[in-house]
């Protein structure tokens, strides 16, 4: 942390007075800048690398009855008292576990992600290629989100409820999902399968917003549940980005 240096103390080759032969003031330390919170999103991708594991399990028990119960009923109908009357619990016990209904929806949102990242990381070491790859990543973000009872549910349903558990800043969301395009990318780069002359950080940018896009404002054009569509639209026009050479 930085100090605030004496008002009396005076360094190396400098006089000890300021102008006039007064003494100087206090030196001001800059403030330090907090850091930026951690979305839901890059805490859900952080815990899906780490491969954390809920070994609560009365937490578990609360976290799956409240899936349920937000698939069922959505989440502006649902209480704290409905989700441990599923989960057979009293609500003194669902409330010791998550103080409040905003804790318990962002719980159950990170769960979610947090197996959507896991299952994604499985699926892409599978593909032969580093076209297919995207290919596969591009079809897995829209459709397998979109098809998430819960998260695609409430995309479509209850935007402002999932929106602000996801964001904590401005951009957050779409920052962290740049982050880890970008990283297999690189990892990419490091097995020689694209050029290192490819920019990923912008390459994983235009891909993310592509994605985000669709996601947000599904196409009149593109049918997002034709896997054939996207697979042809992906290998079209986002591999042919890793494939330019700047020399």
Do not use: W
């Not at 905003?102 to 990381?121: A, N, S, T």
């Not at 990543?137 to 409430?154: D, H, K, T």
Request: proline share 6%; with cysteine; net charge neutral.
């Amino acid at each position: 942390m930085a100090r605030t240096a004496p008002a009396n103390a005076s360094s190396p080759g400098r006089s000890a007075t300021g102008p006039g032969g007064q003494p100087p003031g206090p030196r001001i330390a800059a403030p330090e800048t907090a850091p930026a919170p951690e979305s839901l999103l890059e805490r859900a991708f952080t815990e899906a690398l780490e491969r954390a594991d809920d070994t609560d399990e009365v937490a578990t028990r609360i976290l799956d009855a409240a899936y349920e119960q937000f698939c069922r009923m959505g989440i502006r109908r649902s209480t704290m008292e409905d989700v441990a009357r599923r989960a057979g619990l009293s609500r003194i016990t669902a409330y010791r576990r998550f103080a409040t209904k905003d804790r318990l929806v962002e719980q159950v949102i990170l769960r979610e992600f947090r197996r959507y990242f896991g299952q994604f990381l499985v699926d892409i070491r599978q593909a032969a290629t580093v076209a297919d790859r995207v290919e596969l990543g591009f079809v897995s973000a829209l459709q397998a989100i979109r098809g998430n009872p819960l998260i695609g549910g409430l995309m479509s349903v209850e935007p402002d409820v999932l929106v602000p558990s996801m964001i904590s800043d401005g951009g957050g969301m779409l920052a962290t999902v740049q982050r880890f395009v970008a990283g297999q990318l690189r990892r990419e780069q490091d097995a020689g399968t694209v050029s290192a002359t490819v920019d990923v950080e912008v390459v994983a940018e235009l891909m993310t917003r592509i994605s985000c896009s669709f996601l947000v404002t599904p196409s009149r054009v593109v049918d997002l549940d034709d896997t054939d569509q996207l697979r042809a639209l992906a290998r079209r026009f986002l591999v042919p980005m890793l494939e330019h050479n700047a020399g």
